[in-house]
């Protein structure tokens, strides 16, 4: 069946959950990506294609909640060498300006480029003609370029959700400009922020030689293609409305108890990632405590680790890193029945986060690099009495939007430290003040507004010009 909107991505937007008694079902995954995609997919008859993880090779197309999904297969060989090598032993780290050293291997490129041209001509199969396809992210930059020589028909859009690093990070990469021509087959190329999209103008134009003006390429076949900032956002009615919740009132308030009424609870939650910074605010905190600033029973710090990539050598490091720093900090610094930092390496249903994000005087997210960052939204939107204190990272994409939290380097410790001790001793007053400018903020501006704006200059872009240009000379 050919369809008039395909969603070419590397995850399906639901997991495979097996029962006990053996059966497979599916469970809706969690993230706005699907909630923002789903009514466009249902007002296009759009299909939504990706892999379900493991490495099942007989894989039928399904319908979940009236959605229809088409798994794509990976071998093992390819989940180590496509999805655990190449996009994020290469891709993930140098696109967050290197704060881990990437890994450059041939074998992981080749299969890299097997990987997407199999989802390549997956999507060619399923698109109607004249369809609208729309790829994203780093694990699928080569589609755009591959779809459009099978398939020039199509109307092609594409979304990175991370980071786009400057020109001295991605000449690095020994493929350089295969990912960049391959991003040039869509015809709208779309990041998290301004300074993401013309690294990639900047970069065509020097490393491609192709002709630019601002935020277009011109391309020698008549074509354009046009990248530009939209930021994602989040379903902050959504988020709100579960923040109030009766269970969700109940569960916060249980919390709160659990940890002894202390003053002020700091909260980080976050997938356990080196990028995240999560050491360094732990690092913070204890010293606060330490120097006497704070103490332990009038402030606790809640830090949920998200378990990621626990196949990856580094990301099992950095656990280990984590789960040593926690230990020390508690044996340092708690008393019996009261430790200063409560660590769960774990992940937490939609309602458990909300109740975490409501019972969080102090939100503290600080990654040395990250292309948005929706846990900074979903704190704000759930704070449905404008209170509460975001201390943020002015290297999420999130602090471009959210200015009125407390903006930190993490890399300056002493600078970490007197933030979150501002937002700590800050008047209610000023926290009202600000948290209304970020609630309004984010509820002009959700997950809905984001799909809309995308889909509506994709196809109402025009794609062609008349310029006289040269080939492709860079290199």
Request: charged letters at 25%; aromatic letters at 8%; hydrophobic letters at 40%.
């Amino acid at each position: 069946m050919a369809h008039d909107l395909v969603i070419v991505a590397n995850r399906l937007p639901v997991d495979r959950v097996t029962g006990k008694d053996g059966k497979t079902t599916w469970r809706r995954s969690p993230g706005g990506l699907v909630s923002a995609i789903e009514p466009v997919m249902r007002a296009h008859d759009g299909v939504w294609m990706g892999w379900p993880g493991g490495t099942e090779q007989r894989l039928r197309p399904f319908k979940d909640d009236g959605l229809s999904l088409v798994p794509m297969s990976m071998s093992a060989e390819e989940v180590e060498e496509h999805y655990e090598g190449f996009s994020n032993g290469t891709l993930w780290p140098l696109y967050h300006d290197v704060v881990a050293k990437p890994e450059f291997h041939r074998e992981w490129w080749d299969s890299y480029v097997k990987v997407n041209q199999r989802f390549a001509e997956k999507a060619a199969d399923l698109a109607a003609k004249g369809a609208t396809v729309w790829v994203h992210d780093y694990q699928m930059q080569l589609v755009p370029k591959m779809l459009r020589e099978l398939r020039p028909d199509l109307r092609i859009g594409f979304y990175l959700h991370i980071p786009f690093p400057p020109a001295e990070l991605f000449q690095q990469l020994p493929w350089r400009r295969q990912i960049l021509e391959g991003l040039l087959g869509a015809d709208l190329v779309g990041f998290q922020l301004p300074g993401a999209a013309q690294n990639f103008i900047r970069l065509v134009r020097q490393r491609v030689g192709h002709k630019t003006h601002r935020d277009t390429v011109y391309l020698p076949d008549g074509r354009t293609v046009r990248a530009a900032a939209f930021p994602i956002s989040i379903d902050a009615a959504g988020f709100e409305e579960l923040a109030r919740s009766e269970a969700v009132t109940e569960r916060a308030a249980a919390i709160r108890d659990a940890l002894g009424n202390p003053t002020k609870i700091f909260l980080g939650i976050d997938r356990l990632d080196y990028t995240k910074g999560i050491h360094a605010r732990l690092r913070a905190f204890g010293e606060l405590i330490h120097d006497g600033d704070l103490s332990v029973g009038d402030a606790v710090f809640v830090q949920v680790a998200v378990p990621s990539r626990e196949r990856v050598e580094h990301y099992r490091n950095l656990r280990d890193d984590i789960e040593l720093l926690v230990g020390r900090l508690n044996g340092d610094l708690g008393r019996i029945g009261t430790p200063a930092i409560s660590y769960l390496h774990t992940s937490y249903p939609r309602e458990e986060m909300a109740a975490l994000y409501r019972v969080a005087d102090v939100m503290v997210v600080t990654p040395y690099r990250d292309g948005m960052n929706l846990v900074a939204k979903e704190y704000v939107a759930c704070r449905i009495h404008d209170d509460g204190a975001l201390v943020l990272s002015e290297f999420a994409g999130a602090a471009d939007e959210l200015r009125q939290a407390w903006l930190v380097n993490p890399y300056d410790m002493n600078g970490m430290k007197a933030a979150l001790l501002d937002a700590y001793r800050a008047e209610p007053k000023e926290l009202t003040k600000r948290m209304k400018a970020m609630r309004k903020q984010i509820a002009q501006h959700d997950v809905k507004a984001w799909a809309d704006s995308f889909m509506t200059s994709l196809e109402n872009d025009d794609n062609e010009h008349t310029k006289s240009v040269r080939p492709a000379t860079g290199g």
